[in-house]
């Protein structure tokens, strides 16, 4: 399934449909889809060529097999997306404390991530979610700790994120703005002890409809479903972006999450 | 031993380490986010001194934590006898605690152990006017290169970064050039 992924995440950067890739590349478009599809593997040379065709370059290097993220992951995959949040948030708490000690400022008070989805939520803004938050919903290890909930919101939809933001006594900040963010807003939502950081397109991305295409919808609790980004997305992004800090444990997360853990032993080994 | 899904509580480790007087230096992710990364995991990785003495301090903290050595994804820890003897074995511990995952390496990548890690490590406060050492930025960076995992390597380019902040708001000058780098 890596080269199922690698493709889909080589061909949706390019902005390429299947049919278009297959164009380009002189072949046929159901070979794309069984090689997307995980049905067939296709060689390494043939990946590098499909891979070339959507302007990237497929690279080597040989690292340190490495294992370490597995039991987290296999643990957050054994829970339920919601159950999978709550834990990672209550996981992250002891860490955004000793960090706000080490720095000299007062213990942060939790923040209320589920208020700010709610909040959306109630607005009816249209997104999909990215960031930390996505990522732990998938069954990242790492913990989110920036206390920042990231979304890609759909176009034209100003009054609605208006409202939303207004509802947790916000105000504009640029502190929560990374660098794999294309010219993002933030929101710090007091109410909530949180921050919004509204996406236009994300690095590697083209944006809403793009990402809606593949995003899941979750459901967080009865009254709330929230449209995920796929993780072969949360990928693209962390891979196209400056830092890619991320990307070891979103791809090992990925290839869990797609792969019988014997399979996913080879592939790393 | 540790129920699974335990909730993470590194302060509670901490705690445990530095009563029962542990000479040891935080490393890894846990000492890398107090510097303001934000890649971090739910465990705590420690470098302990290896003499008896201390080892005994060692196998006594991991008692009161009921640790329990984790062997792989699904399947249950298994009890970790509290002798210093059979730690003194092993270079590499990866424990399940009543508190959450602690690894223990006495000689992480590109390092030489606690001797060499104590003298750059800062004293992070505790509750109960306790102290624990955590490992310098410098010694994170130099371990996470020798360890040369695709996460470390990634990690890099925040910990050199946060390595320049701390300098900048310091004032601390760069480090000589190495006489090998022409």
């Known amino acids: 399934m890596v080269s199922a992924s690698l493709l889909t995440q080589a061909r949706r950067s390019a902005g390429l449909s299947q049919r278009a890739l297959a164009a380009r590349a002189g072949v046929a478009q159901q070979e794309i889809a069984r090689y997307e599809r995980g049905r067939v593997t296709p060689s390494l040379e043939r990946l590098r060529v499909l891979i070339a065709a959507c302007g990237l370059e497929l690279t080597f290097a040989l690292t340190?097999?490495?294992d370490s993220y597995d039991e987290q992951i296999?643990?957050?995959l054994a829970l339920t997306p919601a159950r999978r949040l709550e834990r990672a948030l209550g996981d992250a708490q002891p860490m955004q404390a000793a960090r706000a000690q080490a720095a000299g400022a007062p213990t942060p008070a939790p923040g209320d991530m589920l208020g700010v989805l709610r909040a959306l939520d109630r607005a009816a803004v249209r997104y999909v979610l990215i960031g930390e938050l996505a990522e732990v919903l998938h069954g990242s290890p790492l913990l989110p700790i920036t206390g920042t909930v990231t979304i890609v919101a759909r176009a034209g939809q100003r009054d609605s994120l208006s409202a939303a933001v207004a509802a947790g006594g916000g105000h504009p900040t640029?502190?929560?703005v990374t660098s794999s963010i294309d010219a993002p807003a933030g929101f710090a939502l007091d109410l909530y002890g949180a921050e919004l950081v509204v996406a236009p397109a994300p690095?590697?991305?083209?944006?809403?409809e793009d990402l809606r295409r593949d995003a899941t919808p979750m459901r967080l609790d009865e009254d709330l479903t929230v449209r995920v980004a796929s993780v072969v997305d949360l990928?693209?992004?962390?891979?196209?972006s400056e830092d890619?800090?991320?990307v070891p444990a979103l791809?090992?997360?990925?290839?869990?999450?797609t792969t019988p853990p014997a399979a996913a032993s080879a592939d790393a080994a | 031993m540790p129920p699974e899904n335990t909730p993470f509580d590194p302060q509670r480790i901490l705690e445990v380490l530095a009563r029962h007087q542990v000479q040891c230096v935080v490393i890894g992710g846990y000492a890398a986010v107090l510097a303001g990364i934000d890649i971090v995991t739910r465990d705590i990785d420690i470098t302990p001194a290896v003499e008896p003495d201390n080892l005994q301090r060692l196998a006594d903290a991991l008692s009161e934590l009921h640790a329990a050595i984790r062997v792989r994804a699904g399947e249950p820890p298994v009890p970790l006898p509290a002798d210093p003897r059979l730690l003194a074995r092993g270079e590499i511990w990866n424990l399940a605690t009543d508190a959450g995952d602690l690894d223990i390496t006495t000689r992480p990548d590109g390092t030489n152990g606690y001797e060499d890690l104590k003298d750059g490590a800062y004293r992070q406060p505790l509750p109960g006017g306790l102290h624990i050492p955590i490992a310098s930025l410098q010694d994170i960076i130099r371990s996470k290169t020798a360890a040369g995992r695709a996460k470390d390597?990634?990690?890099?380019p925040q910990l050199r970064a946060a390595l320049e902040r701390q300098r900048d708001t310091a004032n601390i000058p760069d480090p000589p050039a190495d006489p090998d780098d022409h």
């Open chain 1, 64 to 66: 340190r097999a490495d």
């Open chain 1, 74 to 76: 296999a643990a957050a």
């Open chain 1, 174 to 176: 640029a502190s929560s």
């Open chain 1, 203 to 208: 690095a590697g991305t083209h944006g809403y």
């Open chain 1, 235 to 240: 990928v693209r992004i962390a891979e196209a």
């Open chain 1, 244 to 246: 890619r800090a991320r």
């Open chain 1, 251 to 257: 791809r090992r997360t990925l290839e869990l999450s």
């Open chain 2, 153 to 156: 390597l990634a990690a890099l």
